[in-house]
């Protein structure tokens, strides 16, 4: 049994980004499914480790962390890879967390539901959503051009923040063509070392259903 458990769904963007960095730091976890799908989030057995019944949650020992940005500044504090160096690194760090719920989350993240599981597009909320994801989209794209990673000249876990929307970037409607240098980036990142795919990282012989 490894000193950390990961509970998450492979669909999961979130857990996505706790999965990669614990991947990328070389730290081993036990991943635990819980099926977003059919509701287990909410089943009284898994609200008893998570009240708020999202994931990702990180357990380790006698704590349990709820939010993907603590799980990401816990395993800096820990490991000591993908942090700062001082308060002016981790406040540019913070622009681009902040970033990843601001504009993907809220926007190519939400497009991508939207398309595949809920309205649509041509909705009102399909139109919603676009306007936050364009104009995040126009904010990241000429900061990849002249910057090889997000924050810090080198990776940190604010690459770990919007990496796992990126990887979905076409899902919501996207050509990845019309965003070069986010596309380079995605190319660079999935170079680093520990990178795999979110099926590889939260592994489940429960998921996908048979
Ligand atoms: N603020 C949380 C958000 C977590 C979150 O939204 N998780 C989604 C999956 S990406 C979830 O569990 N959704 C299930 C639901 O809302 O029922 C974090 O950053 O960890």
């Not at 942090?83 to 760090?93: C, K, M, P, S, V």
């Not at 019309?178 to 660079?188: L, M, T």
């Not at 590889?200 to 998921?207: F, I, K, R, V």
């Amino acid at each position: 049994m490894a000193d950390y458990t990961l509970y998450g769904h492979p669909r999961s963007g979130n857990a996505y980004k706790t999965a990669l960095m614990l991947s990328m730091t070389q730290t081993a976890y036990d991943f635990e499914l819980v099926d977003l799908m059919d509701g287990s989030n909410l089943q009284p057995e898994y609200l008893k480790i998570n009240p708020m019944g999202k994931v990702p949650t990180l357990v380790h020992g006698d704590l349990v962390i709820r939010q993907s940005f603590d799980t990401l500044r816990y395993l800096v504090e820990q490991t000591g890879q993908f942090g700062w160096a001082d308060w002016e690194e981790q406040a540019r760090i913070g622009d681009w967390v902040g970033f990843s719920v601001d504009y993907l989350s809220y926007g190519v993240a939400r497009l991508r539901f939207e398309r595949l599981f809920g309205a649509g597009e041509g909705t009102d909320t399909y139109a919603h959503f676009k306007k936050s994801a364009d104009r995040g989209l126009g904010i990241i794209e000429p900061h990849l051009g002249d910057n090889e990673w997000l924050a810090c000249g080198r990776p940190t876990i604010a690459d770990m923040s919007c990496y796992p929307v990126a990887s979905f970037l076409e899902d919501a409607g996207y050509d990845e063509a019309d965003y070069p240098n986010f596309a380079a980036w995605r190319a660079r990142f999935e170079a680093l070392p520990g990178w795999d795919t979110q099926l590889g990282l939260m592994p489940s012989d429960n998921w996908p259903p048979k």
